[in-house]
């Protein structure tokens, strides 16, 4: 049996304006799974309810932990990435790393000072000195130091240029080859199709998609349509227009071009748009 | 729970922290509201809990190796050992100023005197403070102000109520220099630190009751 680095049973938030219902999913160990959505589709929440940073309903089990039962043996084997290191901007990193080293019994300090060296921070400096850049590796470097064995990214690379995106992703897969599994929240889907081996697609709360990236990207392709009807006929799902007709996408065929995951984000949520507005 | 005391005062700690626990020496002022100085101690938690918001503190230590319920109770540790000093450093100023100061100076016209009993209710109000701060701000995390307006009012009403105390007269005991009425001080100064024990264990079960159901 595939051992699962972290499994999710109905997950649920729920808030005056928006509820997480009821999300369950596994992430196999070693593999690095995607969460994907729109803006407030409830990726961060997700992240922070796994965290119990927000309180929410539902099991979370980390590597077969119970994180209610075990929440600091949990925790040892997270590495939690935000989308930077925002906090205590007028301490030294150095300060930082040592606060957060007594936290991990199994703290690697030849292995930080090994991340420190290979991107190039200086220890003096005070956080507020720190790049978008600088912050976000700062995280990672505190993250795996300690020996993450399974890293939480809530959108990680969402202020790094492509370069330093490319890097990070780059970083992922080597870790990925040291047996580290990643759940990755982004809404920069070509991040994903780099390195995710699983899709998770949440849209508004709920999980509208789950599957290996491959499986998802061979069952869509895209196909633009000189006519609405001739879409309708297709069976295209979430035809909207575009400049020169329309365009949606089409399953069982090899019509059209293979899909992004972009676009099959795009025409999924406009699908859901216009049955919600048809069940009106 | 020892990682979480040290990462308080590494990164955590404000230096009034330090600076307000001088403030004890104020009991060697003649005639005056000794009581403030415990005002002073809440002011310096108030500046940690402050900056601790301002450096998203209890987000970042919450994703640490800890359990969420423990935050709180570091801070209260860390809040009850300055506490503690402040009280242990007043008493030491007391005793130098009972031993060097004239006899006339020792009685406060303005307060209560600066003996044993003082300690005690000095106690009690760093309590009362406790009790009204720790368990709204982590109710709701992101404030700060109400909780410390709210228990700064709290300890002022108590202050004045203990100076109103003095001038009863079953209380004037309570006023004369620790040479006499030695008995009633101390049981006035024990039954204050009993009374602070427990408003800080009940502030700090409050305070980790309800800040597990935060929302960070």
């Known amino acids: 049996m595939t051992l699962r680095a972290l499994e999710v049973q109905n997950l649920t938030k729920v808030y005056p304006n928006f509820t997480l219902d009821s999300f369950s999913f596994a992430v196999e160990a070693g593999k690095i799974a995607g969460l994907i959505g729109r803006n407030g589709a409830g990726k961060s929440t997700t992240l922070k309810s796994i965290m119990r940073l927000i309180s929410s309903e539902g099991s979370v089990k980390v590597f077969g932990k119970d994180f209610s039962e075990e929440e600091g043996a949990v925790k040892e084997l997270i590495g939690y990435v935000g989308g930077g290191f925002r906090f205590y901007p007028n301490k030294t990193l150095s300060a930082v790393a040592k606060a957060v080293a007594g936290f991990y019994p199994h703290w690697n300090e030849e292995s930080f000072k090994r991340y420190c060296e290979e991107y190039a921070f200086i220890l003096s400096k005070k956080v507020r000195e720190l790049s978008e850049g600088m912050k976000i590796k700062f995280s990672l470097a505190l993250a795996l130091s300690h020996g993450a064995k399974l890293l939480l990214l809530d959108e990680s690379t969402s202020g790094l240029d492509p370069l330093s995106r490319e890097d990070f992703c780059d970083t992922l897969l080597t870790l990925k080859k040291q047996g580290v599994t990643v759940l990755f929240s982004t809404h920069i889907t070509s991040d994903l199709m780099r390195v995710a081996d699983q899709i998770l697609y949440l849209s508004d709360g709920t999980l509208l998609l789950d599957e290996p990236l491959e499986t998802l990207m061979k069952r869509y392709r895209l196909k633009r349509f000189a006519a609405l009807s001739e879409a309708g006929a297709a069976g295209a799902i979430g035809v909207k227009e575009v400049k020169k007709g329309f365009e949606g996408l089409i399953t069982g065929s090899e019509e059209g071009r293979e899909a992004t995951l972009d676009e099959i984000m795009i025409h999924l949520e406009w699908e859901k748009r216009r049955q919600n507005e048809s069940a009106h | ?216």
């Open chain 2, 1 to 216: 729970m020892k990682a979480l005391i040290k990462k308080e005062f590494s990164l955590c700690l404000h230096p009034t922290a330090f600076v307000f626990l001088t403030f004890a020496a104020l009991v060697f002022v003649p005639n005056y509201p000794y009581e403030v100085i415990f005002f002073f101690s809440g002011l310096s938690i108030f500046f940690i809990s402050l900056s601790a918001r301002e450096n998203g503190d209890l987000a970042f230590t919450c994703s640490l190796p800890v359990k969420k319920r423990n935050v709180p109770l570091a801070r209260i540790i860390v809040a009850a050992t300055f506490q503690c000093a402040l009280l242990f450093l007043t008493a030491i100023c007391i005793v130098i100023k009972q031993a060097s100061f004239p006899e006339a100076l020792l009685v406060n016209q303005a307060g209560n005197s600066a003996n044993l009993a003082f300690c005690g209710f000095g106690a009690l109000v760093l309590g009362a403070f406790n009790l009204a701060f720790f368990p709204l701000h982590f109710l709701r995390p992101n404030t700060v102000g109400v909780p410390f307006i709210i228990s700064s009012a709290a300890q002022f009403v108590l202050i004045g109520l203990l100076i109103l105390i003095r001038h009863l007269p079953f209380a004037a005991p309570l006023a004369t220099p620790d040479f006499a009425d030695y008995g009633i001080k101390l049981a006035v100064l024990l039954g204050g630190l009993c009374l602070y024990f427990l408003m800080t264990s009940l502030a700090a079960y409050l305070s980790m009751k309800r800040f597990e159901k935060v929302d960070l």
